[in-house]
């Protein structure tokens, strides 16, 4: 059974750019999460998607948003991006919500 | 304010002997607890989960919660070198949000 696939694996972009995130959740899974991780700040939640809607969101501003499609593949978009947003972008998914929690290899973003 | 706090270490400990790693957290009315690795550069791998009060075993894990003391720890029988990497708690919330802790650093001395 194949795991969390994100893509792309490694981007560099440019600050000011916008970058979006992919990610294909394990087969049958449902729910779909996003997390930033940084040395210094952890892993912070960005938000959460389930049916196609969002569940949960984290306190980042609105430069950062998702989506969900039918077939529960779901992307991220960063906007206008700033030096702060490189970090590790990492996707969980979970058969329902409030199950257990796979992540993805994750994305690896710098910003110059 | 929601919190998972764990100790950051680093948590340096002798090969073969019992890891034993820490975590508290805030919301009375968390259900779940699990507890995922993390070796660098790499993403978060699960190790286990546990939902009642008491300890749940699993090879050379253990974790052990306690609710009332709003406490879930992780022992790591028989420390090996692989085993060195930062150790994450996290808790569901209500409304089914995963929360998790800043992490405990361990390494395993050969």
Redesign the interface.
Known sequence: KAGVTQTPRYLIKTRGQQVTLSCSPISGHRSV?W?QQTPGQ??Q?LF?YFSETQ??KGNFPGRFSGRQFSNSRSEMNVSTLELGDSA?Y?C?SSRD??N???????SWLTVV | QKEVEQNSGPLSVPEGAIASLNCTYSDRGSQ?F?W?RQYSG?????IM?IYSNGDKEDGRFTAQLNKASQYVSLLIRDSQPSDSATY?CAV?WT?????????TSLTVIP
């Open positions: 999460s997390y952890g892993l939640f959460e569940r949960n590790l990492l969980a919500r409030g257990t929690i796979y992540f993805g290899e994750g | 779940s699990f995922y790499k993403s978060p791998e699960l989960f994450l569901i409304g089914n949000q995963f929360y998790f802790g800043t992490g």
